[in-house]
C-alpha cells in the first residue's frame, strides 16, 4: 500500500471533517467546529419529496456549501472537478494519489464496505479523504469511522459514479494554497450572518425556524403516511438518526455550533458571542431531549395522537427559541 | 451537554459528539450512538418482519420483487427510477408483478445493480433456515464475466 502521511480523526461531520483534515494537512490550524461555523453550515429544512422514501428534515445547509463558503471566506483555493468519463475520474485520482496528494472525493455512502451493513444506506453526497492505494484497494480516511480504512477499488469506483439524485459523478476536490493570513474576524461574521440571515428571513415556508414549524405541524399526519405501526415508528426513531447519528455532533448541529461560537467569541474577543454560545449548547440540550423522546415513544410504538401532539409541541417550542435566538445573533453581526 | 452524560460505549457505530467538558470549555468526544446501544435490536425485529410480510405479498403476487427491494432498502420512488434510469411512471409500473413480467432481461439487470444483487435474486430468495444461521452463510460470486450468470456458494461459517 502506497499511504500518504496523512493525519486520521474522526469528525462530527463528513464534508467539515474532511475539509478541515486537508485544511490541516495543508499547514492551517483550523478546528472543525471553526470550519462550519464559518461556511454558515447550521440550517434547518423540512422536504416532502419522491426522492426519499418518507418525510425528511435537514439540519445543515446544501452539501457542498460548507467548501464552497470557505473558499470564498477564508481565501482558501480548491482544485474541484467532476467528470462525464469514468476513466478520466479514476485516472485523475489516481495519479493525484501517485503526486502523494490526499483528495477528498465524493461517493454513495452505501458502498463504504467497513461500515456496518445497518448503517449503510444510499446517500449519495458522502465525502471521504482518499490516502493511499494498490493494486486492490483504496486507503480511506472516513470521518465516520475509527481508522482509516481499505475500500475495494472497484467499490470506490462504484461509489463516485453511481446514479441517481445528486450523483457524485466522480467529484473530488484538494487545497491548492492557503493565504498566509486570513481575517478570521471578518469570516465569523460573515459566517454568521449568513447563518442567523438562512435560519429567519428566507423566503421559503419549508426552511429554517419556518422549516421547523412545518415538521412539527406536518408530524402529526405521519401515521397517516406509514404502512402500519412498525413503520411508524422506524421513521419516529429515525428523527433521532437525523438529529444525532447522521454526522451532526449531536442535536442536529446545535452542539458543533455552541462550540464555533465559544471558540470564535475567544479568536476575536467578543463576549456577547460567549453568552451566545450557552445559549445553543441549552437549544441543543432541547433538541437532544426530542431525539431521546422520539426514540422512546418509537420503541414503546407509543405513538396514539396526544403523544405526536406532545412531540409537535416540543418542536414548535424549538422553533420559537431558534427565532429569537437567530435574530438577536443576526443583530449583533450585522 | 455535559461530557460525563455523553459517554457511550458501543464499538459497533461510533461516532463524535461536541460537548461541554469540565472546564466549561466544549470540545469534540469520541463516543458512540445512543439509539445503536439502546434500540438496535428492536430495529432488527421491524427488518424481519417487513421482509417476511413482504415475502408473503410476493408469494400472493400482489407486489413485485421491484417492490420487495425498493422498501428493504427506503429508497425513494424518484430517487430509484432516476438511478434506474427510467422515469418514475415506468417505475410506478415496475412494482406490480403486471408489468415486472414483462420487463426484459437488460432491464432486470439494471435493476440489479442498483440494488447491488446478482441478477437471479430478483426471481429467487435462497433462505437458510434460522437455526443453521450460525453454521452456514451464503456468499456471492460471480463466476463469470457474464453478469447475468451468478454462482451462489453457501459455505460453513
Redo the contacts between chains.
Keep these: 500500500m502506497k499511504e500518504i502521511d496523512f493525519e486520521h480523526k474522526?469528525?462530527?461531520h463528513c464534508e467539515s471533517g474532511t475539509v478541515t483534515a486537508l485544511l490541516n494537512h495543508g499547514g492551517l490550524e483550523i478546528t472543525?467546529?471553526m470550519i462550519f461555523g464559518i461556511a454558515s453550515g447550521i440550517f434547518f429544512g423540512y422536504f416532502e419529496?419522491?426522492?426519499?422514501?418518507f418525510p425528511m428534515f435537514i439540519v445543515r445547509n446544501k452539501p457542498g456549501s460548507i467548501r464552497k463558503n470557505i473558499i470564498k471566506r477564508l481565501g482558501v483555493n480548491f482544485y474541484t472537478r467532476s467528470f462525464r468519463s469514468q476513466e478520466k475520474g479514476i485516472e485523475e485520482l489516481d495519479s493525484l494519489l501517485a503526486e502523494g496528494r490526499p483528495v477528498a472525493t465524493q461517493v454513495d455512502f452505501?458502498y463504504m464496505e467497513y461500515m456496518?451493513e445497518?448503517?449503510r444506506?444510499?446517500m449519495n453526497v458522502h465525502f471521504i479523504n482518499v490516502i493511499g492505494k494498490n493494486e486492490k484497494s483504496y486507503l480511506i480516511s472516513d470521518?465516520?469511522y475509527?481508522e482509516k480504512a481499505e475500500l475495494r477499488t472497484e467499490l470506490l469506483h462504484k461509489a463516485r459514479f453511481?446514479?441517481?439524485?445528486m450523483a457524485p459523478k466522480g467529484f473530488l476536490f484538494y487545497p491548492v494554497s492557503i493565504p498566509e493570513n486570513i481575517d478570521f474576524e471578518k469570516a465569523i461574521r460573515k459566517g454568521i450572518k449568513k447563518a442567523a440571515h438562512d435560519m429567519i428571513k428566507l423566503p421559503v415556508p419549508f426552511v429554517g425556524v419556518k422549516g421547523i414549524r412545518k415538521f412539527a405541524k406536518k408530524v402529526t399526519g405521519w401515521p397517516d403516511l406509514a404502512r402500519d405501526i412498525?413503520?411508524l415508528?422506524?421513521e419516529i426513531?429515525k428523527i433521532?438518526?437525523f438529529l444525532?447519528?447522521q454526522?451532526t455532533?449531536?442535536?442536529g448541529f446545535r452542539?458543533?455550533y455552541?462550540?464555533f461560537l465559544?471558540?470564535a467569541a475567544q479568536k476575536i474577543n467578543d463576549a456577547q458571542l460567549e453568552g451566545m454560545?450557552k445559549r445553543m449548547?441549552a437549544i441543543?440540550?432541547d433538541w437532544?431531549n426530542i431525539?431521546?423522546f422520539a426514540?422512546r415513544i418509537?420503541?414503546n410504538r407509543d405513538l396514539g395522537e396526544s403523544r405526536l401532539d406532545e412531540l409537535s409541541q416540543m418542536i414548535y417550542m424549538m422553533a420559537d427559541k431558534e427565532q429569537e435566538f437567530f435574530t438577536e445573533l443576526y443583530k449583533m453581526v450585522k | 451537554?455535559k461530557e460525563k452524560e455523553?459517554q457511550i460505549n458501543h464499538d459497533?457505530?461510533?461516532?463524535?459528539?461536541?460537548?461541554?467538558k469540565e472546564d466549561g470549555?466544549?470540545?469534540?468526544l469520541?463516543t458512540a450512538?445512543?439509539?445503536?446501544k439502546?434500540?438496535?435490536d428492536?430495529?432488527?425485529d421491524?427488518v424481519r418482519?417487513?421482509d417476511a410480510e413482504l415475502k408473503e405479498k410476493l408469494d400472493k403476487g400482489e407486489i413485485s420483487p421491484v417492490y420487495y427491494y425498493?422498501?428493504m432498502?427506503?429508497?425513494?420512488?424518484?430517487?430509484?427510477a432516476?438511478?434506474?434510469?427510467i422515469s418514475?411512471w415506468k417505475l410506478r409500473r415496475h412494482l406490480k408483478m403486471k408489468a415486472f413480467e414483462k420487463m426484459n432481461l437488460r432491464m432486470l439487470r439494471r435493476y440489479a445493480d442498483?440494488f447491488?444483487i446478482p441478477v437471479s435474486n430478483l426471481l429467487h430468495f435462497t433462505v437458510i433456515k434460522e437455526k443453521d444461521q450460525h453454521k452456514l452463510k451464503i456468499t456471492y460470486q460471480k463466476a463469470t464475466s457474464n453478469p447475468y450468470i451468478s454462482v451462489s456458494k453457501i459455505e460453513t461459517v
Design positions: 474522526m469528525a462530527a472543525e467546529p419529496s419522491s426522492v426519499f422514501s452505501y456496518p445497518y448503517l444506506t444510499h470521518s465516520y475509527k453511481v446514479g441517481g439524485n412498525d413503520h415508528s422506524h426513531m433521532n438518526v444525532e447519528d454526522g455532533g449531536g442535536a452542539f458543533l455552541a462550540t465559544q471558540q454560545s449548547m441543543g440540550d437532544r431525539s431521546y426514540a418509537g420503541k | 451537554m455523553a459497533v457505530h461510533p461516532l463524535v459528539l461536541y460537548v461541554e470549555t466544549y470540545g469534540r469520541e450512538s445512543f439509539l445503536s439502546n434500540y438496535l428492536d430495529y432488527f421491524k418482519k417487513w425498493m422498501i432498502l427506503e429508497m425513494g420512488e424518484g430517487d430509484l432516476s438511478r434506474v434510469g418514475k442498483v447491488d
